[in-house]
C-alpha cells in the first residue's frame, strides 16, 4: 500500500504538469514543450541532458574516536598516563556533487562531504571513477569546491536562484545511501530558511522532493535543468526524509566558489556592526512604516561601519538597490562580500532615508597561527570571534579555530571552541592583542579560557 501511495502520489503530479502544459495562453508558454511527449508528461528529456553532471563523491579519511572528557585535562592525563594522542579510527562516507564547468572540470558539493578527507573519488554517470582535489571548502555555507580531470564531462548550466518562488517545480538529484544517481521531484516549499546552524550562513531553500543522507552536495534542478541549489540538509526525525529538505541558493555556491578560486577560502568583509532584526512590536514603537530591515545595535570602534557613520539605532534597509529585509539576510551579504569592495547601503535614521557608500574592511588580523609567536601553542588557529558568532555577546576574545590533533598546543591542552579571555592576567580582546602578549611572555604562561560555560586555567611549561 505504501508503495502504491508514494506511485499515485507521483502520477498526481505528472498529470498536473501535463496538464499545465496543454492550457492556452500565457501558462503554457512558460512550460517547455518537452515535458508532454505524444500527449504522455514526463521529465525525462530533460533529466537526460541534466543528470550526467551529477555525480557521486565518495571519501577516505579518518576520525578521532571520542573520549571521556576527563580525558581532556593535560594534568589528568599525565597522572594517569594516558596517551596523548586519541585512536583514530577509518572514516568512509559517500555523498554527491555537480559539475559546473566541464572544461575545468570544477565540481560543487558541500563542506561536510569533503571535511578531514585524505582522499576523494568521483564517480560519473558512466561509472568512470577519477580522483578529485579538493580546491577549498567554506563551513560557513557548507560549500565545497572540487577539481577532477577527465574527458567528455558535461556541465550544469547555472541558474537565477534569486527568480526563484515558492511553488515552482524543482528536481533533487543524488547518491542518497550510496544507492546510486537518484531523481525525486517536488516543489519549492519556503524560501530564506535559516537557523538550522547557528555559526552558518544560510538562505536555504525548502523543498519537498525527497533529499536523504548521501544527497548532500547534489543538484536541486529548476524545470529549465538549471542548477538553482546545492542540497544540503534535511530535518529528519526518523533518520530518513520527512519532506523538509534544503538547499543551498547556486548564487550563494556561485560567490563562495569564485573566492575559493581566487583565495582558496572565503575572506569574509565585515562592516563592525551588531544587528538585530526588526520586530512588528519594534517598528510600532519607532513609527516604521514596515517591519522589514536590520536594526544595528552596536557600532565597533575604528570599524567600516563607523568610518562611513552608521551609528546604533539605524536600520539598514537596502544594500546596492537590494532590499534588506531581515538581519541574517545583511549578515549573508555582508559575509559573502570580498574586503575591499565598495558597496551603497540605505538605511533609516530618524525616519529619513539616507545612503552611504562603504568599503568592505576586516576587523584588523583575521588569523593567527599562535606557534609562529609561542612554539608550544604550534598547531593552533585563533581568530577574532565574528559577529553573527553564538558567543560573541557571552565573551570577548580570540577563539581558537582549529587544534591540529598531536600538536603541542594539544597537548598542553588548548581545544577548539575555546575562547581566550586572558594571558597572565592580561587581558586580550582580539588576536592582535594575543600575538603582542604571547611576544613578550616568558616561560611559563597561563591562559584564562572559555570552554562551553566554565572558566578555566590551562598553564603551559
Known amino acids: 500500500m505504501k508503495i502504491r501511495g508514494l506511485w499515485a502520489t507521483g502520477a498526481t503530479a505528472l498529470c498536473a504538469l501535463w496538464m499545465l502544459a496543454i492550457v ?20 525525462a528529456p530533460l533529466l537526460e541532458r541534466a543528470t550526467p553532471a551529477v555525480v557521486n563523491i565518495s571519501v577516505s579519511g579518518t576520525v578521532s574516536s571520542q573520549r571521556n572528557p576527563m580525558l581532556e585535562d593535560p594534568f589528568f592525563r599525565r597522572f594517569f598516563n594516558v596517551p596523548d594522542q586519541p585512536r583514530s579510527i577509518p ?27 585524505s582522499e576523494i573519488t568521483v564517480t560519473l554517470q558512466d561509472r568512470r571513477r577519477v580522483p578529485a582535489e579538493l580546491v577549498g571548502s567554506d563551513e560557513g555555507t557548507d560549500i565545497a569546491l572540487l577539481k577532477i580531470d577527465s574527458d567528455g564531462l558535461k556541465a550544469l548550466p547555472l541558474g537565477d536562484s534569486d527568480s526563484v518562488r515558492v511553488g515552482d517545480f524543482v528536481v533533487a538529484v543524488g547518491n542518497p545511501f550510496g544507492l546510486g544517481q537518484t531523481v525525486t521531484s517536488g ?85 563592525g556592526i551588531l544587528i538585530q532584526d ?11 512604516e514596515t517591519a522589514d530591515g536590520a536594526l544595528v545595535t552596536q557600532v565597533q570602534e575604528g570599524s567600516a561601519a563607523e568610518t562611513a557613520g552608521l551609528a546604533a539605532g539605524d536600520i539598514v534597509v537596502d544594500i546596492d538597490g537590494n532590499a534588506v529585509t531581515n ?65 560573541y555577546n557571552d565573551a570577548v576574545g580570540p577563539l581558537v579555530a582549529s587544534v591540529e590533533q598531536g600538536s603541542p598546543a594539544w597537548r598542553n591542552g588548548i581545544r577548539e571552541g575555546d575562547i581566550v579571555l586572558a594571558v597572565n592576567r592580561v587581558r586580550v580582546r582580539s588576536i592582535d592583542e594575543l600575538s603582542s602578549v604571547l611576544e613578550r611572555a616568558g616561560g611559563t604562561i597561563a591562559l584564562n579560557v572559555l570552554r562551553g560555560n566554565t572558566r578555566l586555567f590551562i598553564v603551559i611549561q
Do not use: C
Open 187 to 271: 516543489i519549492v516549499s519556503a524560501l530564506g530558511r535559516s537557523g538550522i546552524n547557528a555559526d552558518g550562513y544560510e538562505d536555504f531553500i525548502q523543498t519537498d522532493a525527497s533529499i536523504n543522507p548521501g544527497n548532500s552536495g547534489g543538484a536541486l534542478i529548476d524545470i529549465d535543468g538549471s542548477l538553482i541549489g546545492i542540497n544540503t540538509a534535511i530535518i529528519a526525525p526518523s533518520g530518513g526524509n520527512v519532506g523538509i529538505g534544503f538547499a543551498v541558493p547556486v548564487a550563494m555556491a556561485k560567490a563562495v566558489m569564485e573566492q575559493l578560486l581566487e583565495y582558496g577560502e572565503v575572506r569574509r568583509g565585515r562592516l
Open 278 to 288: 526588526v520586530t512588528p512590536e519594534l517598528a510600532e514603537a519607532l513609527d516604521l
Open 327 to 391: 538581519s541574517a539576510e545583511l549578515r549573508n551579504r555582508i559575509g559573502l562580500t570580498p574586503v575591499g569592495e565598495d558597496i551603497e547601503i540605505t538605511y533609516l535614521r530618524d525616519g529619513r532615508r539616507r545612503t552611504i557608500d562603504i568599503e568592505i574592511g576586516t576587523s584588523g588580523q583575521t588569523a593567527l597561527t599562535a606557534g609562529d609567536t609561542f612554539s608550544r601553542l604550534q598547531g593552533a588557529e585563533f581568530r577574532n570571534l565574528d559577529p553573527g558568532h553564538p558567543r
Open 91 to 117: 572514516r568512509q562516507s559517500v555523498g554527491s556533487g555537480v559539475i559546473i564547468d566541464a572544461d575545468k572540470g570544477y565540481v560543487l558539493s558541500n563542506h561536510h562531504v569533503v571535511a578531514n578527507a
Open 24 to 43: 492556452p495562453g500565457g501558462a503554457a508558454a512558460q512550460w517547455p514543450a518537452e515535458l508532454s511527449i505524444n500527449g504522455r508528461p514526463t521529465l
